[in-house]
């Protein structure tokens, strides 16, 4: 079954930085790009990093992606608390012959 | 500026009918895929459907496949989703999105549909 797994919860402090881990399989990452959204409380998402590492203009470069084998994630540095959001990523499943997304990652910034 | 704004969601019964519409300005509407994602209430992202503009191919997650259906009408600029057969689980939040092969780089604001008796 096709599933991009990503853990329900990750916190830190302001300026501190944390990552979110993205866990795939060979039908999604291991062969495709992986893209990140960030959904503010009440918004609809927006995307945040796409084919792995690229930020889109207006992105700052406090947020980066990264991928390996069937693993992807997103890395913030200087935490804001601006930057509490549910995170998904999400890419291409070439056995559902669509788009997953995983489950998302509520960050709190504490 | 890109747009795009979503209309047509409501209430309506198990096993009824909607008709969401997506107006998109500020871009050339005919040369993107355009796709809908929605949201259930307090979940995660789904995708849903998209259509491209090779040969207008669609594309459907299994859980609506056979009772949904894209399609666009690139003279008005607007995309459409025709939902029949509702189930409750249909009840989400419906963003209309520009897709640029396997991203979405916007979004509108989407429009709720709630499956209810």
């Known amino acids: 079954q096709s599933v991009l797994a990503q853990p329900p919860s990750a916190s830190g402090t302001p300026g501190q930085r944390v990552t979110m881990s993205c866990s795939g399989s060979s039908s999604n990452i291991g062969s495709n790009t992986i893209n990140w959204y960030r959904q503010l409380p009440g918004t609809a998402p927006k995307l945040l990093i796409y084919s792995n590492n690229q930020r889109p203009s207006g992105v700052p470069d406090r947020f980066s992606g990264s991928a390996s084998g069937t693993s992807a994630s997103l890395a913030i540095s200087g935490l804001q608390s601006a930057d509490e959001a549910d995170y998904y990523c999400?890419?291409?499943?070439?056995?559902?012959?669509?788009?997953?997304f995983g489950g998302g990652t509520k960050l709190t910034v504490l | 500026e890109v747009q795009l704004v979503e209309s047509g969601g409501g209430l309506v019964k198990p096993g009824g009918s909607l008709r969401l519409s997506c107006a998109a300005s500020g871009f050339t509407f005919e040369t993107y895929t355009m796709t809908w994602v929605r949201q259930a209430p307090g979940k995660g992202l789904e995708w849903v459907s998209s259509?491209?503009?090779?040969?207008?191919?669609?594309f459907y997650a299994a859980s609506v496949r056979g009772r949904f259906t894209v399609t666009r009408d690139n003279a008005r600029n607007s995309l459409y989703l025709q939902m029949s057969s509702l189930r409750a689980e249909d009840t989400a939040i419906y963003y209309c999105v520009r897709d640029l092969g396997d991203y979405f780089d916007y979004w509108g604001q989407g429009t709720l549909v709630t499956v209810s008796s």
């Open positions: 259509m491209s503009t090779v040969n207008n191919y669609t």
């Open positions: 999400a890419g291409w499943d070439d056995s559902l012959n669509g788009v997953l």
